[in-house]
């Protein structure tokens, strides 16, 4: 087929006016078909006849796409991104029937490296999804399920970008298009990487299933479900992947748990499961996994219902709770050390085990041991708190604390974490000890007046979080009070024992003990990157 001959069949054609006759002429555009195999000019005009004149030869249509796809995998890029510009004429005037595979195959090609063709690439797949969104969408999440990891990496990356941008509308047939396809990919066997996750858990919020409980109860679910919180199997510890996915999927659901939507199983499976290798846990890339674990789980007990082992759940949170609450370090001559807590730490799990002691207050109560060393740890802590309470005040008040910076930001989120230390401290050295205290994790405090709410549930509006506002500003106002173990034993002080503070769980308390003021350790790390499948883990 020369070039000369494709001129002369594209005249024949484009002179027809009568649509029947174009029948007496499926030879002439055989020989289009054949076109591509031809010179680079023949081919890039057979590119364009077989776009133009496709509709009217609807018994060649396979014959036409393949054609088409041949021309698509061209060495020449030229080549290449006429057929590509060309496609999309395939599914004008209406003609859908192959719009999901032509946006398959265009989804596939993304994989290219040359940045022109990707531009060119998707302006044709943005002229798919204006023509059937829904389509389009199975076209694309083609690739996100089937190929390989750089594909399905850009394909989430343009749907989700030209859904933020609005470049594309979505209704409800759309919508739900989306939402099994995201449950699909959930349950798939490729790998995910962190962004993959987070751009799939991204789409979603471009449908209305957000908006309500029930669709807030079936994301929850999607993402436990992709966890694999088996109760009756234990927690692989040592596993990188097994810790990195359980860490995101907390992350991601946290969102969606509320006073509608529970987070009891999350919740549970972290203190029953993994507290109880918290320290064999691996670590992860610039990532502080203990931290970040203990965080989650403080956030997911906000929310939490009815335990199914209570007891359980207290007590493992107990024992992590004391790792960081030290006894009174003594020297040899009987001089007290000064100790480091790390407060944030003790923040998270004081607050779980304070949310989780309400559903077994006999917890404490029914081991007088316990309770007595646990007072110790508390009446020892409780200086700490107080000496860098002490100190954050005088700053913030100071003219070096009235500035915005960063510095001034994070010493007020660490005033707020110490005031909520202090309101636990009281509740917990209560004889016996209550759980009535109303504490706001410090740093959800600010977060909570920006959220933006996900729906209008009740017990969850907008209105009962101002009312939580207004009463955390009017409290912050308030002198802070001395705390009832403050005034007790002020000048205790022991002599003998080791040089050393100790970090462990329940022993017997010693009878040499004394309460110096602790140094806050700022938090540091960051979230893991990645998140995996067990199947297949990419780095």
Known sequence: MDLGRMYEIGETLAGIKDATKYTEH?????????????????????????????????????????????LCEDLNVDIRKQAIKDLPNLCRDNNKTNLAKIADVLTQLLSSEDASEIHIIQNSLMILCKRDTQGAIMGIFSQVHNGDDSVRERALRFLHTKLKTGSITVNKDSQAQIVAEVKKAFASESGLTADDFQRLMGLLSYTQLPKTVAGQLEIVNMIMGMAELDKTADFNYGSVEMTDRLLQCAQQCIPYFSAAVKS???????????????????????????????????????NIGQLEDPTNCAKNVFERLIDYMILPPVEEDGSVTDAQFEFTKVECLMYAFHTIGKQCDNFLKDDEERLKDFRIRLQYLARGVSGYLKKLKEFLNSPAGRQDNDDVKFKKLALKTTENLQ?????????????????????????????????????TGGDAAKKGDATAAKKSKQPTRALYMDSLNSKKTGGGGGGKARVSAYVPPSKKSARPTGLYQPPTGQYSSKIKNPIVWND
């Open 26 to 70: 499926v030879s002439e555009y055989l020989e289009i078909l054949d076109g591509v195999k031809g010179d680079d000019q023949t081919k890039k005009l057979a590119s364009q006849f077989i776009s133009r004149f496709y509709p009217h030869f609807a018994e060649q249509s396979d014959q036409s796409i393949d054609a088409m796809l041949d």
């Open 264 to 302: 009891t199983p999350f919740c549970e499976y972290i203190c029953l499961k993994v507290l109880p290798h918290y320290h064999e846990l691996q670590e992860l890339p610039d990532t502080d996994v203990k931290k970040q674990l203990i965080k989650v789980l403080a956030e997911l007990t906000v």
């Open 423 to 459: 309101a636990m401290i009281k509740d917990l050295f209560h004889s016996p000890p209550i759980y009535k205290a109303k504490v706001v994790l410090s740093w959800k405090e600010e977060a909570a007046a920006q959220k933006r709410r996900l729906i209008s549930a009740p017990a």
